[in-house]
């Protein structure tokens, strides 16, 4: 959930400057992405609030840049 946060502020940030997508930004959410995939190796990691949360907002992100 700390890298996709990161990676909102990386990307409003960019934003108010006139900057397509951040590449900090675009890193951030790819880590973001890999440490969900080790969490969804293991049935109980996969299944917790922050796992939950982290692909909600990743779905958020996907839905508003769109």
């Known amino acids: 959930m700390f890298h996709i ?3 909102h502020y990386a990307g409003n940030y960019g934003l108010t400057r ?3 997508d951040p590449v900090e930004a675009l890193r951030l959410r ?3 992405v ?3 995939n080790q969490r969804l190796e293991n ?3 996969a299944l917790t609030d922050g796992s939950i949360g982290t692909v909600a907002s990743l779905s958020s992100y ?3 840049g769109s």
Do not use: F, R, Y
Request: negative net charge.
């Open 5 to 7: 946060a990161l990676s």
């Open 18 to 20: 006139h900057e397509n």
């Open 30 to 32: 790819m880590e973001a």
């Open 34 to 36: 890999t440490i969900m």
């Open 43 to 45: 049935i109980d990691n």
């Open 62 to 64: 996907e839905v508003h």
